[in-house]
T-cell receptor, first 117, second 114 residues
């Protein structure tokens, strides 16, 4: 499989601060990356689709001004949680899409656990 | 009806048995199908994908696809305690807008009993 990294793996921050999470595809180019959030014992929730060189597409109910996404290169997408609050504490997971023939595979990063105090 | 449905489980099987995980989907335009494994506190890991009707085998795993019945399953042979995890089914479909959409099921929790 392909390798996707995320940094940091965990972060603790104070309420009101901003946190940036990086997602990198290490051995392939990804024109599309995805950002998910997962609360304990719940399923993955897609937040947004990040497209290289264009604006991200946000899912319904996700505030684009709060969750800023930048996909500046074919191997890097960033998610910035602005003015974080305790309810933003969650497990944030990115994934990158790799096209193999007729199949679009999606590979996940290891996730970033965010705790907002 | 949910777009991708899975029984939440837990599905308990004894060590060495075959675990059978099922998934149904609603959109007949779905093109490819994926199985992921997610351990508690970790991110999902791709096990395998399938896009043609029939069976596809990879080691102890076999994916089965039946597009007419709109279901996809994953069989795990010789189940081990280390297979205990949540298994996510995902469907990839091509939308009229020209974009692809992935839809995940909520996952089935598998427990392999030693």
């Amino acid at each position: 499989g392909a390798v996707v990294s995320q940094h940091p793996s965990w972060v603790i921050c104070k309420s009101g601060t901003s946190v940036k999470i990086e997602c990198r595809s290490l051995d392939f180019q990804a024109t599309t990356m995805f950002w998910y959030r997962q609360f304990p014992k719940q399923s993955l929730m897609l937040m947004a689709t990040s497209n290289e060189g264009s604006k991200a597409t946000y899912e319904q109910g996700v505030e684009k001004d709060k969750f800023l996404i930048n996909h500046a290169s074919l191997t890097l997408s960033t998610l910035t949680v602005t003015s974080a609050h305790p309810e933003d504490s969650s497990f944030y997971i990115c994934s990158a899409r790799r096209t193999s023939g007729r199949v679009n595979e999606q590979f996940f990063g290891p996730g970033t656990r965010l705790t907002v105090l | 009806q949910k777009e991708v449905e899975q029984n939440s489980g837990p599905l308990s099987v004894p060590e060495g048995a075959i675990a059978s995980l099922n998934c149904t989907y609603s959109d007949r335009g779905s093109q490819s199908f994926f199985w992921y494994r997610q351990y508690s506190g970790k991110s999902p890991e791709l096990i395998m994908f399938i896009y043609s009707n029939g069976d596809k085998e990879d080691g102890r795993f076999t994916a089965q696809l039946n597009k007419a019945s709109q279901y996809v399953s994953l069989l795990i042979r010789d189940s081990q305690p280390s297979d205990s995890a949540t298994y996510l089914c995902a469907v990839n479909l091509f939308k009229a807008s020209g974009t692809y959409k992935y839809i995940f099921g909520t996952g089935t929790r598998l427990k392999v009993l030693a």
